[in-house]
C-alpha cells in the first residue's frame, strides 16, 4: 500500500501569498483535505503534514515525510505574480525533470488542465527545501494564481473537481497507469 505525503503549504503565522483577504494558507489547507479523503477512499494510505492553521518549516515538513517513509511528497501552493491578473495557471515544480516525481507531476498537470486551468508545465526548482530534503518522489503543486481573479473562480466553482484531478494525477501515478 502506498504511503502518500500531503502537504499544505504555509499555515499559522506565514499566510503566503494574500490577494484581497483570500490567504494561500487556507486555501491549500482546505485542498489539501479534499485531496487526502479522495486517495483514503481509494485505498491509499495518507499522512498530512498539518490539518489545522499551524506552521511548520519546510524543513520540519521533509523530516516528517522522510520519517514516514512516504511513497510520494505532493506540497500544495497557489502562484502568485507580481500583478494582480498577470498570468494564469497550474504549474507543478520538480526537483529535476526526470523520473518519477516528474511522472507524477505531469500526470497531476493534465488532470487539472482537463478541470479548466491553463498547463503552466513542470519546471525544475532544485532549491526548494521539500523537493531536495525529501526521500521520494516529491512535487510542490501550484495550483493557480491566487492574484488572478479567473484562476479564483475556478479554484472556488469547481473546488471538488480540482481535489479529485489532484487526486487522480497521485493514483495514475501510484497505479502505475
Known amino acids: 500500500m502506498a504511503l502518500v505525503v500531503i502537504d499544505a503549504g ?3 503565522n506565514n499566510p503566503g501569498a494574500v490577494y484581497n483577504g483570500r490567504q494561500e494558507k487556507d486555501d491549500t ?9 479522495i486517495l483514503e477512499q481509494n485505498g ?10 499551524v506552521y511548520e518549516s519546510p524543513t520540519r515538513k521533509a523530516q516528517e515525510g522522510n520519517a514516514v517513509k512516504g511513497d510520494y511528497f505532493v506540497s500544495i501552493h497557489r502562484n502568485s505574480s507580481p500583478y494582480p491578473n498577470q498570468y ?6 520538480v526537483y529535476n525533470q526526470y523520473g518519477e516525481a516528474a511522472r507524477l507531476a505531469n500526470n497531476i498537470n493534465s488532470q487539472l ?4 486551468f491553463e498547463n503552466q508545465g513542470v519546471n525544475e526548482r532544485s532549491d526548494l527545501v521539500v523537493l531536495n530534503r ?11 494564481f491566487i492574484n488572478t481573479d479567473s484562476d479564483n473562480q475556478i479554484f472556488d466553482e469547481r473546488f471538488e473537481d480540482i481535489a479529485r484531478a ?8 501510484v497505479w502505475g497507469t
Open 113 to 116: 488542465e482537463q478541470v479548466g
Open 88 to 93: 494564469a495557471g497550474v504549474e507543478t515544480l
Open 10 to 12: 504555509h499555515g499559522g
Open 29 to 37: 489547507l482546505a485542498l489539501s483535505l479534499a485531496v487526502g479523503r
Open 134 to 144: 525529501t526521500q521520494m518522489p516529491s512535487v510542490l503543486v501550484e495550483v493557480g
Open 44 to 53: 491509499v494510505d495518507v499522512y498530512y503534514t498539518r490539518t489545522t492553521d
Open 166 to 173: 489532484i487526486a487522480e494525477g497521485i493514483l495514475a501515478t
